[in-house]
């Protein structure tokens, strides 16, 4: 089946450092990528939506000097979270979306990368 | 724009009973998907089914069966012979025409052994 992996898992970074988040589809070529981020207890927000070689298209309320997304190839999209802050600690997870083949309309998600900062 | 709700924050269940959790969308569109996802503790999304809503026959995957209600924008999620390994959040999610996904709020599944 379709693998998406993100990396890292974890990650602790102190406020005002950046840390970037990888998300790669591993068997797969992904036309788009979402970016979803999720409090605890709560449902999944999407921030982003990214497709390969344009610009990310954010959604309402979601800063794009903040957290910038490149989706540089057709399996890798990375999320950077620039001079963090701990408000901007979270669950953070990528789905991608297969370019192409029966899989079309289904995203495949990420294991997600939980985000601290102190 | 589209909404997905899910009203039962919490449902519990006995082990091997069924279950049975609740999902209305609102939306304008005619053809569109329908999925139910699982988040188990380790957080990862699971697709558990989807529905095509052009196809009127409920979706089935083993022991998990969909009641789609088109009409009435009901989709709910069956699940029978409940397993204590079902345990997790369950969410509902519409799929618009940009392939974003919309989410319900989500219903924790307690499995009572």
């Known amino acids: 089946g379709a693998v998406v992996s993100q990396h890292p898992s974890r990650v602790i970074c102190k406020s005002g450092t950046s840390v970037k988040i990888e998300c790669r589809s591993l068997d797969f070529q992904a036309t788009t990528m979402f970016w979803y981020r999720q409090f605890p207890k709560q449902s999944l927000m999407l921030m982003a939506t990214?497709?390969?070689?344009?610009?990310?298209?954010?959604e309402q309320g979601v800063e794009k000097d903040k957290f910038l997304i490149n989706h540089a190839s057709l399996t890798l999209s990375t999320l950077t979270v620039t001079s963090a802050h701990p408000e901007d600690s979270s669950f953070y997870i990528c789905?991608?979306?297969?370019?192409?083949?029966?899989?079309?309309?289904?995203?495949?998600f990420g294991p997600g990368t939980r985000l601290t900062v102190t | 724009a589209q909404t997905v709700t899910q009203s039962q924050p919490e449902m519990s269940v006995q082990e091997a009973e069924t279950v049975t959790l609740s999902c209305t969308y609102d939306t304008s569109e005619s053809d569109y998907y329908l999925f139910w996802y699982k988040q188990p503790p380790s957080r990862q999304m699971i697709l558990v089914i989807r529905?095509?809503?052009?196809k009127q026959q409920n979706a089935t995957e083993n022991r998990f069966s969909v009641n789609f209600q088109k009409a009435a924008k009901s989709f709910s999620l069956k699940i029978s012979d409940s397993q204590l390994g079902d345990a997790a959040m369950y969410f509902c999610a519409y799929r618009d025409s940009n392939y974003q996904l919309i989410w319900g709020a989500g219903t924790k599944l307690i499995i009572k052994p």
């Open positions: 529905q095509e809503a052009y």
């Open positions: 990214s497709n390969e070689g344009s610009k990310a298209t954010y």
């Open positions: 789905s991608a979306r297969d370019r192409a083949g029966a899989g079309s309309y289904e995203q495949y």
